[in-house]
């Protein structure tokens, strides 16, 4: 672990190293033999003339020197005006202290948004974890890969799902970007022939291109399958799905019973809007820049760091969805890219991840443990 720290930190000062670029302007030289030119005297003007304050920019301020792509900004629609004092109470907090955790130190380095950085910084966290030197000792097992057969239905629903993934984002409906989404996808098929495809695969292997090289996004959902429990959440009947909307309706139901109780009471299923959630880990249905951020915490804390930022995203909205309907709940619980303008600021969200995290894991396990004694009870009868 030392050393992924020390990797990550060199990294991160290569960075903050890296030059400033300012707009350029005409620099006038004077000569030291020359004189110094003088303005003439100010005219005396008898009407005031209005006062224009201009502050410096400022110098401090690092500009990141590379930027991979830019996405257009969609039109906000904003469907909710207004601050309700739910969500001022649910963020109202201190200014947190400077950190000395290493971990929370790099986390709050990729608050700068920069997509080669954060991908390093994964890709490192990665190389971290147990058993990647094993996985990755063939230098060309990607390549091989590539080249072994796969079920002809898997080959085609991948085809298919290229174009439907990240419809709004011209870059994923590119030959070359897709091109790529496939390669990942087949290569993954072909290491885990027990997995399969499902399509919400594509939204993270898609993703992981925008910040790393193909074979390295490959990779790393390898790491995802085997580190990190995708594989119940990716292959068979997904397995993981039905315990975690267990877990998430029974932290609902303590945390936020008013919330709970309107939720059932208009027969809206957890599966309805948290699926999304799981399987693509928050991508499939908000901005790259959102689910950048909240991977940067997931990653790092953990796959049970999800249910934090879903009980974060009730907290900050309760008193919205309290007076909503079914299908109202439904359209902000999914987050539509098509209407982006309800998506919660992302550094609020975890603002309140962070005051309720500690709470909220303690529940996930007390509910997991629940949930699989009650499946042991089940199977004896």
């Not at 059932?264 to 399987?279: E, F, H, L």
């Amino acid at each position: 672990m030392t050393d992924f720290i020390t990797d990550v930190f060199t990294k991160i000062s290569r960075i903050k190293k890296a030059p400033i670029f300012l707009p350029s302007s005409p620099v006038s030289v004077v000569s030291p033999r020359e004189p110094v030119p003088t303005l003439p005297p100010r005219p005396v003007i008898s009407a005031p003339e209005p006062t224009v304050e201009v502050s410096a920019p400022k110098m401090e301020e690092k500009i990141p020197s590379i930027v991979l792509r830019k996405v257009p900004t969609p039109k906000v629609r904003v469907l909710h005006p207004g601050t309700p004092k739910s969500r001022e109470r649910a963020t109202k907090r201190s200014a947190p202290a400077q950190s000395t955790d290493p971990i929370q130190q790099i986390l709050e380095n990729l608050k700068c948004g920069h997509s080669t950085v954060r991908g390093q910084i994964w890709l490192l966290r990665m190389k971290a974890s147990r058993g990647q030197s094993q996985l990755r000792e063939d230098e060309r097992r990607y390549e091989k890969l590539l080249l072994e057969d796969i079920p002809d239905d898997i080959s085609e629903q991948i085809q298919k799902d290229l174009s439907r993934t990240y419809p709004q984002y011209e870059l994923f409906q590119s030959k070359e970007v897709q091109a790529k989404m496939f390669n990942i996808l087949r290569a993954v098929a072909a290491f885990f022939p027990s997995l399969g495809y499902l399509q919400g695969m594509g939204y993270v292997a898609a993703f992981l291109i925008t910040m790393m090289p193909e074979e390295d996004a490959f990779w790393f959902m390898v790491h995802l399958i085997h580190n990190f429990g995708m594989e119940d959440f990716w292959g068979g009947s997904l397995p993981a799905l039905p315990k975690s909307f267990y877990i998430l309706e029974k932290l609902m139901q303590s945390g936020l019973p008013a919330l709970y109780n309107h939720l059932t009471s208009r027969d809206i299923q957890t599966s309805s809007y948290a699926t999304p959630w799981m399987v693509t880990i928050f991508l499939s249905n908000h901005s790259l820049p959102f689910a950048m951020r909240l991977w940067d915490m997931i990653l790092f804390m953990g796959f049970k760091y999800v249910y934090t930022v879903a009980m974060a995203i009730f907290t900050l909205y309760e008193r919205e969805m309290l007076s909503m309907g079914f299908d109202d709940i439904l359209s902000f619980l999914q987050f539509s890219m098509k209407e982006i303008g309800h998506e919660p600021d992302v550094e609020e969200v975890l603002r309140v991840c962070s005051r309720i995290n500690d709470r909220v894991q303690t529940n996930v396990d007390r509910f997991d443990r629940q949930y699989e004694a009650s499946k042991e009870e089940r199977r004896a009868l």
